[in-house]
């Protein structure tokens, strides 16, 4: 299983740890990563300003992965839905597809539909299964309570992003329930962490962050684990802010799905880049390894309904 | 004019150069009118940089910098292969030769007892380092020309530079060629440094127009065996001393089966001082240009380096940060580099601006650290090239010459808010990293209010109308599900942005199912007005949630790309 991995413009430089504990972690798992070089941005930011300078980059990034005979992996939400609505606006728009086609061919590039483009919580539970994960868990947590945020643009709108069902997510809760974690409910876990309005206008934003953090807080929440780029930057770095301004009153550390299950598979906390999250000090470490403990044999009874994708 | 009277010119020009560009380090940059950066001491403050990097611990970073970036072009070597070697054959070849052969009088002479330039290893050497650099060049044109699909821009600048090299390699080639064949320079040779009679020397002629490539009028037809035997005698008693065989300089040697042409219509005597001129002129030229193209690279590239190793882009005292900006201005090179692996380079293709590509932003940028006025037009396809950008810092962490783009970039764009309009870009998720750095803050906000202002005046919102609404149509977009609305409000009911205000319709101007009540009886304009599209969260909850498909989030686009549309027509108007 090899995949071309789309890091995005955030992650190489910002949240490098997400980029290596994804790659360590499928790497024990025996899946690929390809770093390619020529990908440029999703096109998501300058989707305010015009519809097709949005899309083009993304038919360009699919373009770029069918020439390498790849398919890609995303990490990052609003870069998943920008090369979905790629995929999308080239199956079924064709007057779109054809000016888009024509920017591409000044570069020798073409994009024929072939290049499928996969969510990172996808390839694993669908590519590498639960199963796989399972049985190359060395330790799960004892007593861990996670406010899990999915994130809008993985979700929705569903029939462009084919991720899962948009109600009721259940591929993100049964990989979390892989750790032992217990994922708990809480009013803001499909909600929107802000990012899209941070300079444009932060005191809404702000406001949509502190919603979460007190929400996540008030329902017991030790640690957030946001699974999009954007939703980390706003809860790892955005937070401090917040809490240097006394908006909120306790930080809410954040924890990333490839680390939490990278410790649960045996790999070494500073591989995985956990202090690299700036919510992070040297006490949650030792606290998160004091609450690992052996692999439950029993298995957790999780919501494991597989929900047709409405398309 | 002579040798002295050419080089003493350039000289001169060249030292007047290098200080007007060094005066442009100390007393131009980018930053607010009125910043203190500009009236402390540039010039002291860089020197006690200088000194206190020199005296303290960081003199080892000076050190590994110089072994690590200056002679092996680390950052180059991590990036492109193709580019390292180029610039490693151009560079070690060329600096070997200036030392070897340009300066051998005093080089050379000091550390080999026994140099001449006419003996291997340094005939053979001069040669070698020559084809070197013209391997990198022919690199670095290759380069060029297979780069340009992804953006690379080439400027005249760019192609005289190698071309000027290219003339200094190659008219040494051919000068020494020249003087190989040449017959009058064979002649004042024998005369000044054998001594032969009338015999020996047509031997030893036939030796060397059989062996070193001499084009005598006395041998039209190779000569005997015989006589080239007995030159072979007296080229060891005469010349093997101080002249190695001409076929060690390979290149040279090379040149002689083309020069042969020109004598018939020239003279050899001619021929020879026409290259020597060529060549001393392309030599004298780059070092008067040194100071005023791209070539000055050679002096700010590797200061540029150093300071980025030494202070790892983050210069304490504002005066030693335009001195860096400045340095860094002008150790550009114009590689391109940056725009080759630009992450908005879709957007360059789409909006056509050039400016959008970082390596032509920071040639532009040195006109406005110069000062110098830029026009409307201009100014406004700047600041788009400058809010364009994803802030994903490649063109910073892949440039050779170690320039602090991003900085320069961010520093540039509320710099220019100072006497242009704010660009529109500034509402779109370009904005997002801005904020999160928390830089510039006061002035990004108030770029925004400028904008908002524009809308004001731009869209009327729906307090203004005192008259009955316009039911007319004036467009609706190429989204028509907004056709299914049947008013139950969910949209509204759902929205986190909605829930966040105490009094929502003041706030917002318009909730979200009046957005599209307003599509509804044909007023777009009134929804592209309401501040609500611009306070979406983008969650996309209300077109998940509608019952009829209306897809809410996906007209709100629409309506931002139009309001700017519109606004940006308004103001080009």
């Given amino acids: ?311 | 004019m002579n040798f002295n009277i050419l080089l003493g010119l350039s000289v001169i020009v060249c030292l007047i150069g290098l200080f007007i560009r060094f005066s442009t380090w100390f007393s131009q940059g980018i930053a607010p009118s009125g910043s203190p950066a500009f009236s402390e001491s540039r010039v002291g403050a860089a020197i006690k940089g200088v000194v206190s990097t020199l005296l303290g611990p960081r003199i080892f970073l000076v050190i590994k910098s110089f072994f690590a970036d200056l002679l092996f072009l680390k950052r180059t070597f991590d990036k492109s292969y193709l580019r390292w070697v180029a610039h490693i054959l151009i560079f070690t070849g060329f600096i070997l030769l200036l030392l070897m052969h340009a300066l051998g009088a005093i080089v050379s002479d000091s550390l080999f007892a026994n140099y001449q330039p006419t003996l291997n290893p340094f005939l053979f050497l001069r040669n070698l380092f020559g084809v070197m650099v013209l391997a990198g060049l022919a690199l670095a044109i290759y380069r060029r020309f297979s780069s340009k699909p992804q953006r690379l821009r080439n400027y005249p600048g760019d192609w005289a530079a190698l071309v000027i090299i290219a003339a200094i390699i190659l008219s040494g080639f051919f000068l020494e060629g020249t003087k190989m064949s040449s017959y009058s320079t064979f002649t004042r040779m024998t005369e000044e440094y054998g001594s032969l009679d009338e015999e020996e020397t047509l031997a030893l002629e036939a030796y060397w127009v059989a062996q070193n490539g001499l084009v005598s009028p006395n041998f039209a037809e190779s000569p005997s065996a015989e006589l080239v035997a007995a030159g072979k005698e007296q080229n060891g008693y005469n010349c093997i001393d101080c002249h190695a065989s001409n076929r060690s300089a390979f290149g040279g040697f090379a040149a002689t089966k083309v020069v042969g042409g020109f004598f018939s219509s020239v003279g050899d005597a001619a021929a020879v001082s026409f290259f020597y001129y060529l060549h001393i002129l392309a030599c004298f030229t780059l070092l008067a240009w040194l100071p005023f193209g791209k070539m000055f690279h050679i002096v700010a590239a590797p200061l540029s380096l150093l300071t980025k190793r030494v202070t790892n882009d983050t210069v304490s005292s504002p005066a030693n940060g335009l001195n860096t900006q400045m340095l860094g201005l002008s150790a550009c090179t114009h590689c391109g580099a940056c725009t080759v692996e630009c992450s908005s380079s879709m957007f360059y293709e789409y909006f056509d601006n050039d400016f959008i590509l970082p390596s032509e932003k920071v040639q532009y940028l040195k006109n406005l650290a110069a000062g110098r006025p830029i026009d409307r037009q201009t100014l406004k396809r700047l600041q788009e090239g400058l809010y364009i950008c994803t802030s994903c810092d490649r063109c910073t962490t892949v440039c050779p010459s170690g320039i602090n783009l991003k900085e320069l970039f961010v520093r540039s764009r509320y710099v220019l808010l100072e006497n242009g309009k704010p660009e529109t870009a500034l509402l779109s998720h370009f904005s997002f990293p801005l904020a999160l750095a928390g830089n510039f803050v006061d002035d990004h906000l108030k770029a925004l209010k400028k904008v908002t202002d524009q809308f004001k005046d731009c869209f009327k919102s729906l307090a203004d109308f005192s008259g009955p609404l316009n039911l007319g149509q004036t467009g609706s977009g190429n989204n028509e599900s907004y056709r299914g609305c049947y008013s139950c409000r969910r949209c509204t009911n759902i929205c986190p942005v909605v829930r966040s205000f105490d009094n929502p319709s003041e706030e917002l101007g318009l909730l979200p199912h009046q957005i599209i009540y307003s599509l509804g009886i044909g007023n777009r304009e009134l929804a592209m007005g309401s501040k609500m599209i611009w306070s979406c969260s983008t969650c996309y909850l209300c077109q998940e949630h509608c019952p009829n498909e209306v897809q809410l989030c996906d007209i709100f686009y629409g309506l931002k790309n139009d309001a700017i549309n519109k606004l940006e027509a308004g103001a080009s108007v």
């Fill in chain 1, 1 to 311: 299983m090899k995949y071309a991995f789309f890091q995005g413009c955030n992650i190489p430089i910002r949240i490098k740890q997400y980029a290596e504990s994804t790659k360590r972690v499928l790497q024990k798992l025996g899946v690929e990563l390809e770093i390619v070089d020529q990908f440029n941005c999703c096109g998501y930011p300058a989707r305010n300003v015009d519809e097709t300078a949005y899309i083009l980059p993304s038919v360009r990034n699919l373009a770029i992965a069918q020439q390498r005979g790849l398919d890609i992996m995303v990490v990052c939400n609003c870069c998943f839905a920008s090369l979905q609505k790629a995929k999308n606006v080239m199956e079924s728009d064709t007057g779109l597809a054809e000016k888009l086609t024509s920017f591409l061919s000044k570069e020798g590039l073409s994009y024929s539909g072939k290049t499928q483009v996969k969510h990172f919580l996808t390839v694993l539970h669908q590519d590498v299964g639960v199963d796989t994960i399972k049985k190359n868990l060395v330790k799960q947590f004892t007593d861990l309570k996670i406010s899990l945020i999915h994130g809008c643009h993985i979700l929705r709108p569903r029939e462009i992003t084919r991720f899962d069902d948009s109600f009721v997510p259940g591929i993100s809760e049964d990989l979390l329930a892989l750790t032992g974690a217990t994922s708990l409910d809480w009013p803001g876990r499909m909600e929107c962490c802000g990012a899209a309005l941070a300079g444009i206008n932060d005191e809404l934003s702000q406001k949509l962050l502190c919603e979460k953090i007190t929400g996540a807080q008030l329902a017991g929440a030790e640690y957030i684990t946001p699974v999009c780029a954007y939703c980390h930057l706003q809860f790892d770095t955005a937070q401090q802010r917040l809490l240097a301004d006394a908006k909120i009153k306790k930080q809410l550390p954040v924890l990333l799905y490839p680390q939490l299950l990278g410790l649960c598979m045996g790999l070494d906390q500073s591989s995985l880049g956990i202090r690299e999250n700036s919510t992070i000090d040297f006490s949650d470490i030792t606290k998160l390894q004091a609450l690992l403990g052996p692999v439950e044999e029993k298995k957790k009874k999780k919501s494991k309904k597989k929900t047709p994708v409405s398309a």
